[in-house]
């Protein structure tokens, strides 16, 4: 019998698409909304089918549905059929032995056991969290892991310890740097989180390219083109076709071109790769294998899987905790308070966004794109579960 997820709650129809005349560029941009929790559901029972344990599924649904919720859509369910079909093509060990195999009181390297990185990277981010409880601070590198999801999920479990927390991983080789045309970086992001008194924490979650691929993706669902300066195609120019990667193109780093300050972004995806990877023993640069399955993985690898660092660094380690809380609030009230340009209504801080659309999402629902939609469909029916779309 088929286990029931009927969680269908609206569809949003854009005002263009006409009865009779639904093209397929609006039946891509068509919406549903899902609850949350269902969803969350569904996506533990698909990590469960595959073999997971249930505390291992219901990590690594968490991770996934927080991006949604904060509106990284990129990142959220519509990479589980990426994961499955890594796992269906061997390249992911769903029930992993994940260890430290280097350590002193303050840092951690971890094996991740070839492991969903939705696994290892919040087992690691722990661990640096109990170092910094013990000496100060504590720094994890992370070798033989696999994509992490949002780097933001992992760096703000620092803040209920009152302490502050990084993370970062690097990541597939899709990026030119700066006056190349050859993809040898990932999008390589770096989340930041401090805790405040009685202010949202400040929370700073980015990739060090212009845009993530993820978000490339969403844009080749709805079937339309990229801003000015995200990508390259495959003669090192730039252009706005958002297949330019499936061409033989590559995203661009930080800034998009020299002019624009691209050898900043280069310089911080490096140091991403460097300490995720270089450090940890994991593969770096063009031999990061590929979230894609069907990409081959390098023939001659220069370490183990994907590498992530995470940090954690408690607060009363350098002034009392509650002070610095509140100072925090001060910085984030000051610059609220900033005078917008023309346009605008309010300067926003780091998180703000993302906290809203979740306080939004876990209200009203998640919102999930068609193409997003049938290839749940395709996961539930690999599993024999029923993704039913059931009107509200």
């Not at 006409?18 to 569904?42: E, H, Q, V, W």
Request: proline fraction near 6%; hydrophobic fraction near 40%.
């Amino acid at each position: 019998m088929h286990a029931e997820f009927c969680f269908y709650v609206r569809q949003i129809a854009f005002p263009e698409q006409k009865a009779g005349c639904r093209s397929n560029k609006f039946d891509r941009m068509s919406t549903s909304i899902y609850s949350a929790d269902r969803l969350k559901a569904f996506v533990k029972q698909v990590f469960m089918k595959m073999g997971s344990s249930e505390e291992k599924a219901e990590t690594a649904s968490d991770v996934l549905i927080g991006a949604d919720l904060r509106g990284v859509d990129s990142h959220g369910v519509a990479r589980l059929i990426g994961y499955v079909r890594l796992w269906e093509a061997d390249r992911v060990n769903i029930a992993p032995e994940i260890k430290v195999v280097h350590e002193t009181p303050s840092t951690a390297t971890v094996d991740g056991d070839s492991g969903l990185g939705l696994v290892v990277a919040p087992q690691a981010m722990q661990l640096a969290i109990e170092k910094a409880k013990e000496v100060g601070t504590g720094w994890v590198a992370v070798k033989n892991s696999n994509h992490y999801g949002i780097a933001g999920h992992h760096a703000m479990m620092a803040l209920e310890h009152d302490m502050i927390g990084f993370s970062m991983t690097n990541a597939s080789p899709l990026v030119a740097p700066t006056f190349a045309n050859e993809r040898l970086l990932g999008t390589n992001p770096i989340a930041f989180a401090a805790p405040t008194l009685n202010e949202p924490p400040l929370v700073a979650d980015f990739a060090t390219t212009t845009a993530a691929n993820g978000k490339l993706e969403i844009l080749q669902r709805k079937g339309l083109d990229t801003p000015t300066g995200w990508v390259q195609d495959k003669n090192g120019k730039g252009t706005v076709d958002s297949h330019a990667l499936k061409q033989g193109g590559a995203l661009l780093p930080l800034g998009g071109d020299r002019e624009r300050s691209s050898h900043k972004g280069y310089c911080l995806g490096s140091m991403v790769d460097i300490l995720s990877a270089v450090l940890s023993g994991a593969n770096y640069g063009p031999w990061v294998p590929p979230f894609v399955s069907f990409l081959p993985v390098s023939d001659n690898p220069v370490g183990e899987g994907i590498g992530h660092f995470f940090g954690a660094m408690r607060v009363d380690a350098f002034r009392p905790a509650e002070e610095f809380k509140r100072h925090m609030d001060q910085w984030i009230c000051r610059f609220r308070e900033a005078k917008p340009v023309d346009g605008q209504e309010r300067v926003i801080i780091p998180g703000d966004p993302e906290r809203e659309t979740e306080a939004i999402r876990r209200r009203e629902g998640i919102p999930l794109l068609a193409p997003v939609v049938r290839d749940l469909e395709e996961v539930a029916q690999k599993f024999d579960l029923a993704f039913c779309e059931q009107a509200h």
